[in-house]
């Protein structure tokens, strides 16, 4: 796997264990700054930024996995199975919330993706 590509991956990776952090264990202290969620709503987003945070730790896992899987094509496989989660998720965040969301996840992933095929 080209070192591009390893660098690109591992910092999508690490952009989403953040978002995983500030979506469950820091959601009350971080997170609700990070996101601009107003103090009355705080508590009833509650359970649910805690089941999106779960998602993005999984993505995190895909995406780690990619990297360090010991057999090539597997590791492969996890990292474009990661990276495109990402993008397509990216792409939704930022029609149904708000456009940064593309820059943040959409664009890093897809970068690792072209990094992962094309170099």
């Given at each position: 796997m080209p070192i591009v590509a390893q660098v690109l991956i591992a910092l999508v990776c690490m952009i989403h264990v953040?978002?995983?952090l500030l979506e469950t264990v820091l959601y009350k202290s971080r997170g609700v700054k990070v996101f601009g969620i107003p103090p009355s709503e705080v508590e009833s987003r509650k359970a649910a930024m805690s089941n999106q945070?779960?998602?993005?730790?999984?993505l995190a896992a895909a995406l780690l996995l990619g990297l360090v899987?010991?057999?090539?094509?597997i590791a492969k496989a996890f990292a474009t199975f990661g990276l495109a989660c990402v993008a397509?998720?990216?792409v939704w965040g930022a029609v149904t919330v708000m456009v940064r969301i593309l820059y943040i996840q959409t664009v890093p992933a897809v970068l690792g993706l072209a990094a992962l095929y094309f170099l």
């Open positions: 953040y978002i995983f945070g779960c998602y993005n730790g999984f899987y010991p057999d090539p094509a397509v998720a990216g």
